[in-house]
Every structure is written in structure tokens, then in C-alpha cells.
């Protein structure tokens, strides 16, 4: 038996401020975590063709940048650096220097903005190595799992000394969130969060980004040996899992509108504050659409950030962050 006409959805649907009232998901500007792009040189900004609208800054840029966002609302900055060649080599090493463009950022934004602001940083060796790929290399090409997380651990603790808030392994290696959450402890860094990207898959939406931090042209080959295969779920549940257990304060899905099931199900299943990073890929694909005339770009970046937060994320890296807080403000 129907129930029309005394059921009529399309009666809290008829105008704005009934739908603004029945509105289930509220996006806000405090949702939202910025990537962006550090270079060497002062006063420099570097147009990345792949990601068009945005750019990468040298360290005073990027301090400029955590201003602005502070001003915007948005709480966050997540940091990626494009090292200069000739300091990448086979080992990343460049990853333990404390000097290094990812430590004078952290500095300059704290110096700037206090604690007006987070500052996440990237853990992996794929920014510094002359090889492109997250870890350690044997002869054989394989990216080896121990003597890399012990590399990571050394980052990440170099990361914290220079004023890091949040490190975020984006690496996949087994076993780095235990080994980085003790190194913490054991170095006075007891609040440095870990945002672990739990369940990270090998994706095909990264170029733009490996563009940006200049790894893509150096990079042979792929990362399907640590990242995950876009055909498993019930393996992205027990990544996450693993990571929980051995301290991870949040975890995150990457990529994030082709995984939003990901991101619902690990948010259901466990609990606990989930984030997905919408990747360069996306950012690049929503510039493309808009670009072309087949969309309009600030009616497809709030749509598909409010999806996530209707998924279960808490938040959302995303390099359209600036002007979806312009957008929300
Ligand atoms: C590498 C890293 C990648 C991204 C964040 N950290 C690329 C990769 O795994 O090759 C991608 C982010 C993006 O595409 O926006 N550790």
C-alpha cells in the first residue's frame, strides 16, 4: 500500500531554509587540510603544469600561505617537498637533514602562525631519493620493508624536532606506525600526532603530484609491491586495523571520491576519526571538467567535499582547500 500523498519527501525539499534545517551534512572550512608545495629560493612561486591553480613556494611563500589559511579557517597544512636534484640519491638521505626545505617550512610556518595552525608532515623517502620510490632499494630493485622503516622512524623524528604537529607516513611499509610512535615517546615528542595513511592504494591519480614534487620523472616502474591493489577492501580494513593497534591517532584513505566506500566502511567498522586525501588527480581532473565547460568548478569541489564528510571522513586534504574555504567563509 503506498503511503503518497501523506508521505511527500519533496515537502522539506520545497525551500532553502527548510532544506538548510534538514540538512544531514554541514561542511565547514575547519574540515579542510592544504597541501602544498615547498621550493628552494625567497620570494619564488613555480606554476606545476599537471595541477593547474596551484603552485609551488618557497619557504617564506609557504609561511604566507599558513597565514592565509589561518585568515580562511581551514586548520591545517599538510607539506611536500621538491628537492633539488642534485640532493636526491639512493638512499633519501636528505630526508635526516634538519635543514632540509621540509624543516625550514615547519619553522617559518610555526614562526609565522604559532599555534594557530597544524603542521602535517609527509613521511616517505620518495621526495629525496634519486629513484623516486618511498624506501630502500636491494640489488634487485625491491623496496625493502625494515631497513626503510628505520629510515622513516629518522625522518619522522627530524620532522617533530623542527616543530611538526602531525607526521603522516604515506610510505606502506608493515610495521612503521609502532616503530615511529616509539621513537616519539622515547624523544621527548609524546604529542606529536600520527596520522597514519592506513590504506593507501597504488593509483593511477598521483602523476600531477609526483609532477609537483619533481619524483615522476625519476620513478621506474610503479609502488604496487607496498601500495594497495584498487581491487581490495577487506584488506584496507585490516591495514587499518594494524595501524590502530600499533598507535595510529587517525588513519587515511587515499585516494578519495574512487574509495569513499573505504572510507565508510573503515569509519563504521572502527570508530575513529578517518580522513581521505582527494589527490592531485581528482584536483586536476574537477580543473579539467571545469575548464572544458562541463561543470562549474565551485559547485563540483563543495559537492565532492561534502560527500566525504557524508561518507564518515573527518576532514579532507585537498589542494582545492583554499578556495572551498573562500567558498564556505
Ligand atoms: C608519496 C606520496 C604520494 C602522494 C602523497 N604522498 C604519491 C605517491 O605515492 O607516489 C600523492 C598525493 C597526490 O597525488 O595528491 N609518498
Same mark, same amino acid.
Given at each position: 500500500?503506498?503511503?503518497?500523498?501523506?508521505?511527500?519527501?519533496?515537502?522539506?525539499?520545497?525551500?532553502?531554509w527548510s532544506r538548510a534545517l534538514y540538512r544531514e551534512t554541514v561542511l565547514t572550512p575547519a574540515d579542510l587540510i592544504w597541501p602544498v608545495f615547498v621550493t628552494e629560493g625567497q620570494g619564488v612561486t613555480e606554476e606545476i603544469g599537471s595541477l593547474?591553480?596551484?603552485?609551488?613556494?618557497?619557504?617564506?611563500?609557504?609561511?604566507?600561505?599558513?597565514?592565509?589559511? &589561518?585568515? +580562511?579557517?581551514?586548520?591545517?597544512?599538510?607539506?611536500?617537498?621538491?628537492?633539488? /636534484?642534485?640532493? @636526491? $640519491?639512493?638512499? !633519501? *638521505?636528505?630526508?635526516?637533514?634538519?635543514?632540509?626545505?621540509?624543516?625550514?617550512?615547519?619553522?617559518?610556518?610555526?614562526?609565522?602562525?604559532?599555534?594557530?595552525?597544524?603542521?602535517?608532515?609527509?613521511?616517505?623517502?620518495?621526495?629525496?631519493?634519486?629513484?623516486?620510490?618511498?624506501g630502500l632499494l636491494d640489488e634487485a630493485g625491491y623496496v625493502v620493508n625494515d631497513a626503510t622503516v628505520d629510515a622513516l622512524v629518522q625522518q619522522a623524528l627530524n620532522q617533530a624536532s623542527a616543530g611538526a604537529d602531525i607526521v603522516a607516513p604515506s610510505d606502506m611499509m608493515d610495521g612503521r606506525i609502532a616503530a615511529i610512535r616509539e621513537g616519539?615517546?622515547?624523544?621527548?615528542?609524546?604529542? &606529536?600526532? +600520527?596520522?597514519?595513511?592506513?590504506?593507501?592504494?597504488?593509483?593511477?591519480?598521483? /602523476?600531477?603530484? @609526483? $609532477?609537483?614534487? !619533481? *619524483?615522476?620523472?625519476?620513478?621506474?616502474?610503479?609502488?604496487?609491491?607496498?601500495?594497495?591493489?584498487?581491487?581490495?577492501?577487506?584488506?584496507?580494513?585490516?591495514?587499518?586495523?594494524?595501524?590502530?593497534?600499533?598507535?595510529?591517532?587517525?588513519?587515511?584513505?587515499?585516494?578519495?571520491?574512487?574509495?569513499?566506500?573505504?572510507?565508510r566502511r573503515v569509519k563504521e567498522m572502527f570508530q575513529v576519526p578517518v580522513f581521505a586525501y582527494q589527490v592531485s588527480g581528482e584536483y586536476a581532473m574537477i580543473e579539467a571538467a571545469a575548464a572544458a565547460g562541463a561543470g562549474d568548478r565551485d559547485a563540483l569541489v563543495l559537492e565532492t567535499l561534502t560527500a566525504f564528510k557524508r561518507a564518515g571522513a573527518s576532514g579532507v586534504l585537498t589542494y582545492h582547500a583554499p578556495l572551498a574555504a573562500k567558498l564556505l567563509g
Open positions: 500500500m503506498s503511503s503518497y500523498p501523506n508521505l511527500r519527501l519533496r515537502r522539506t525539499r520545497a525551500s532553502a593547474p591553480g596551484v603552485s609551488r613556494g618557497s619557504v617564506d611563500v609557504i609561511a604566507a600561505r599558513a597565514k592565509e589559511a &589561518v585568515a +580562511l579557517g581551514i586548520p591545517c597544512l599538510a607539506l611536500f617537498p621538491n628537492t633539488p /636534484g642534485h640532493l @636526491r $640519491d639512493e638512499d !633519501g *638521505s636528505e630526508a635526516h637533514n634538519p635543514d632540509n626545505l621540509m624543516c625550514r617550512a615547519i619553522r617559518a610556518i610555526k614562526d609565522a602562525c604559532g599555534e594557530d595552525i597544524g603542521v602535517l608532515t609527509d613521511v616517505a623517502l620518495d621526495p629525496y631519493t634519486s629513484h623516486g620510490q618511498d616519539l615517546e622515547e624523544t621527548g615528542h609524546a604529542n &606529536v600526532q +600520527l596520522m597514519a595513511y592506513a590504506a593507501k592504494y597504488a593509483s593511477a591519480f598521483y /602523476g600531477p603530484f @609526483r $609532477d609537483a614534487v !619533481g *619524483s615522476g620523472g625519476l620513478l621506474k616502474g610503479d609502488k604496487k609491491t607496498y601500495q594497495m591493489d584498487p581491487a581490495n577492501a577487506e584488506e584496507a580494513l585490516r591495514e587499518v586495523e594494524l595501524d590502530l593497534a600499533e598507535g595510529a591517532d587517525s588513519v587515511m584513505v587515499k585516494p578519495g571520491l574512487p574509495y569513499l566506500d573505504i572510507v
